[in-house]
C-alpha cells in the first residue's frame, strides 16, 4: 500500500518498494515449508515418536513407563499394527 501511495511523490521509490515486495513474496514462497500436522499435540506426539531420547532434560535415558506406550505407538503408525494387538508378550515372526 506505500508503494502505491508513493507514486504521488515519487515515481522510483514506487517501483523499487514494488519491487521489492514482489521479490519478499516470490522468495517467501520458495523456502515456504508446511506442517505435517494440524495440531500442537500432534506435532509433541511426532516429535516424541521421532526424537525421544533426544527430547529428555538429560539425554540417553528414559522412563520405562513411557517407553511401552511410545513402542506401541511406533508399531501401529509405521507398521500398521492395531494397537490393542499389542501387549507385552506378542511375538514378531
Request: hydrophobic share 45%; proline share 1%; glycine share 6%.
Amino acid at each position: 500500500m506505500l508503494s502505491l501511495f508513493c507514486f504521488f511523490f515519487s515515481w522510483k521509490w514506487a517501483i523499487a518498494g514494488i519491487t521489492f515486495s514482489v521479490g519478499g513474496y516470490w522468495i517467501a514462497d520458495l523456502t515456504e515449508n508446511e506442517f505435517e500436522v494440524d495440531d500442537i499435540g500432534s506435532l509433541v506426539d511426532k516429535m516424541t515418536r521421532e526424537h525421544y531420547i533426544q527430547s529428555g532434560r538429560i539425554p540417553m535415558t528414559f522412563n520405562k513407563m513411557e517407553i511401552e506406550k511410545l513402542l506401541r505407538d511406533v508399531f501401529a503408525d509405521k507398521l500398521g499394527i492395531q494397537e490393542n494387538a499389542l501387549t507385552r508378550d506378542t511375538r514378531f515372526v
